[in-house]
């Protein structure tokens, strides 16, 4: 057979590109998936090679025909110059805030990001001396009336974590590059499948590799992706820090990465759905989901998104928090638990008014996050009719 090269690639479907990026079976003796490389000394075949280290691996921690079979392929999706690999989603974070950050210097954070993201910078950046403002996250193109001459970096996350506002991300990175700002990006609900990061003006491009890269929640693994202007200082700073990924999870994930677009279709289709069905339910309030056409953002994310995943939020009715309690509590097919984008369906309840600092949080209804997963719909919805029949008993 005669092997594809990424230009030749480029013009196919995605579908193909995932199945064969980053894939080299005859340099792996004709087997179709790169082996687990595990390992730290690499051996050098005489001194000369030594001194000038000419040989492609010189140690575990600088990679390994494993790391470098995904690195290339998520390059390759992203249409990025280089991607990093990391041992889980906010180790990805660190490492490109790291790889920019300036001490003294200033960050401007969308006040919907993950989470863990405020923390880090609230905490390490903080004794770094960074100051970090967080900006209302439908700013758009006002960003630059935030930019200080020291702003180093501004972080968007499309839609936002758990509260699901949309991000303006072109008019963002426009008015940040006019001012020589770097502009990091938490594309993880989307993937680069559904938003091309560095084609909409993302310089750094962090995606949680646990959530729909791998597929089954059994893995952590971080990955960041950098366009050309910013590769090469991602690159020292990972080779600095030596966060390396784990040699299975980093096999697991090359595994994951061929159906991910499969997967990732099927939990559209399943996220809309449901998200459909909870919208007529009479104790739901609102559904925040950006591919619902009633839904603040869906305009920015119908011109700038290729689809959307199977995670979304609802603002309950006015419920105690027994009655929530109950409802979760009855729950068979929904698990409780905080990752997501796996094969199997998650609810967690969450409250952003005890951290939001730039937007007040105020809805007016308890909250809820379903990640939908493979489960037959129909199972899903009797579920649910179940835990809303107990939370009305309560």
């Known amino acids: 057979m005669t092997k594809t090269t990424k230009d ?16 080299t ?18 051996l050098y075949p005489n001194t000369e090679e030594l001194y000038l280290r000419r040989v492609k691996y010189t140690y575990g921690t600088h990679g390994t025909p494993t790391t470098d079979s995904l690195e290339t392929a998520w390059s390759e999706l992203c249409g990025a110059a280089g991607t990093i690999l990391s041992p889980s989603g906010l180790a990805a974070i660190a490492v490109a805030l790291l790889s920019v950050a300036k001490a003294g210097g200033h960050l401007l954070v969308t006040d ?28 758009g193109a006002d960003i630059a009336s935030l930019i200080r001459p020291e702003t180093f970096a501004v972080v ?5 974590s758990q509260s699901f506002e949309m991000q303006d991300i072109p008019a963002i990175a426009a008015a940040a590059h006019a ?42 693994l971080g990955l960041v992706s950098a366009n050309e202007k910013y590769w090469p200082q991602l690159k020292a700073t990972h080779d600095c820090m030596a966060a390396c990924a784990g040699p299975e999870d980093v096999f697991l994930a090359l595994r994951g990465l061929r159906t991910m677009e499969l997967r990732l279709r099927e939990a559209e289709r399943q996220g809309l759905a449901l998200a459909t069905w909870l919208k007529a339910r009479a104790e739901v309030s609102r559904v925040l989901h950006p591919a619902l056409p ?6 920015i994310w119908k ?41 199997e369906s998650l609810v967690i309840p969450f409250d952003c008014s005890s951290y939001r600092t730039a937007t007040k949080w105020a809805p007016e209804g308890p909250a809820l996050r379903f990640s939908v997963g493979l489960e037959n719909i129909e199972d899903l919805q009797a579920d649910l009719e179940r835990g809303f029949a107990a939370m009305k008993s309560a």
């Open 25 to 42: 079976p005859f340099e792996n003796h004709g087997f179709v998936n790169t082996p687990i490389y595990r390992g730290s000394t690499v």
């Open 112 to 139: 919907s990001a993950y989470r863990p993201t405020r923390n880090f910078s609230n905490t390490l950046l903080k004794r770094m001396g960074v100051e970090t403002t967080y900006y209302e996250p439908t700013i």
């Open 156 to 160: 968007v996350e499309a839609p936002g």
């Open 8 to 23: 030749g690639r480029k013009g196919m479907g995605s579908r193909t590109r995932l199945v064969h990026a980053g894939r």
């Open 303 to 343: 011109r700038d998104f290729l689809g959307s995943s199977g995670l979304f939020s609802i603002i309950l009715k006015p419920a105690s928090p027994k009655q929530v309690a109950a409802l979760l509590d009855s729950l068979e097919l929904f698990g409780l638990g905080y990752s997501w984008g796996g094969f």
């Open 179 to 220: 001012r020589d700002v770097c502009v990091v990006m938490d594309n993880t609900w989307a993937t680069p499948l559904f938003f091309p990061p560095h084609e909409r003006g993302v310089d750094l491009a962090i995606e949680a590799g646990t959530k729909y890269l791998s597929g089954h929640s059994d893995l952590l």
């Open 294 to 299: 009633d839904c603040p953002g869906h305009d």
